[in-house]
């Protein structure tokens, strides 16, 4: 769609170092062309898939709204930018880890709509089989806790470790880890830094958004897989903005055709609504 294109804007600027700084807008779209009367609605996103489905939100945003697309280095900071009104949504997190956000930040970020589901995995550069695993292998997983949980689980159910008996295994940490028979050795790491142990670690936990810059893919190389929707990709707003025209205006681009067909076109994900 060439004419509307354009909505989606690439920003260049250093964001981690102006969200630092403080100087950029307040939390309720900027005004973007006064002539026009377009608003402009600033959406922060970490890397593809998520950024290809910002642009394709802004070529479908109905009239009055532009959609800006602000590229962010890593998750923390694309929600502490939320938070702090410097962009007025981000797509690129699942619910619980906005939750686990909110609570140890005291923020009020809202998911107000599911728009993809995303196979995760577990890597390995020398193991072509899971039964290959080693007797004390290392395995590095996410240091936050849903994504923790996450690992942990597909590994349980995979008969490699055991959990706590009775625990619900979406909240389980290190410390439920009742039975590791392979004496396996957790690494933690932020999901973004989890490749640099490909090489080193005998399995690595990743979504495949940040695999494929190793140029692999969970189906062609996932030696463990899954899928669950309670970990769909959502798009995320300030609470006092989720019933508002702004909002319902993102959720209605973010759900539009344009943007099911950026989904439709990658193996990896699939569609939420």
């Not at 942990?152 to 009775?166: E, M, N, S, Y």
């Not at 929707?229 to 959502?234: E, I, W, Y």
């Not at 707003?237 to 019933?243: C, I, L, Q, T």
Request: charged residues 20%; proline residues 5%; hydrophobic residues 45%.
């Amino acid at each position: 769609m060439p004419l509307r294109s354009v909505r989606a804007r690439l920003v260049t600027a250093t964001i981690a170092t102006l969200a630092a700084a403080g100087l950029l807008a307040g939390c309720t779209g900027s005004p973007g062309n006064a002539e026009s009367g377009v608003t402009t609605l600033r959406v922060g996103a970490v890397t593809a898939p998520a950024t290809d489905i910002v642009e394709a939100a802004g070529a479908a945003i109905s009239d009055g709204y532009e959609i800006e697309l602000v590229p962010v280095s890593d998750y923390v900071t694309v929600n502490n930018m939320l938070a702090a009104g410097d962009i007025d949504a981000n797509f690129s997190q699942h619910e619980p880890y906005m939750q686990e956000f909110n609570e140890k930040n005291g923020a009020s970020l809202e998911a107000v709509q599911p728009i993809y589901n995303f196979v995760i995995a577990f890597y390995s550069k020398t193991l072509t089989d899971i039964d290959q695993l080693p007797d004390g292998a290392t395995v590095a997983i996410p240091n936050d806790s849903s994504n923790t949980a996450r690992a942990l689980k597909l590994l349980a159910d995979a008969g490699i470790l055991g959990l706590t008996p009775g625990i619900d295994p979406y909240t389980a940490t290190l410390d439920d880890v009742a039975e590791n028979p392979k004496n396996l050795q957790f690494l933690s790491l932020e999901i973004n830094q989890l490749n640099t142990a490909y090489d080193e670690a005998d399995l690595v936990f990743q979504w495949p958004s940040h695999i494929a810059a190793l140029g692999l893919t969970p189906q062609d190389d996932g030696l463990l897989t899954e899928l669950d929707d309670r970990f769909a990709l959502q798009l995320v707003v300030p609470s006092a903005e989720a019933d508002s025209p702004a909002t319902k205006a993102l959720i209605d681009a973010f759900t539009s055709d344009e943007v099911r067909k950026v989904i439709e076109g990658n193996e990896t994900i699939e569609a939420a609504f």
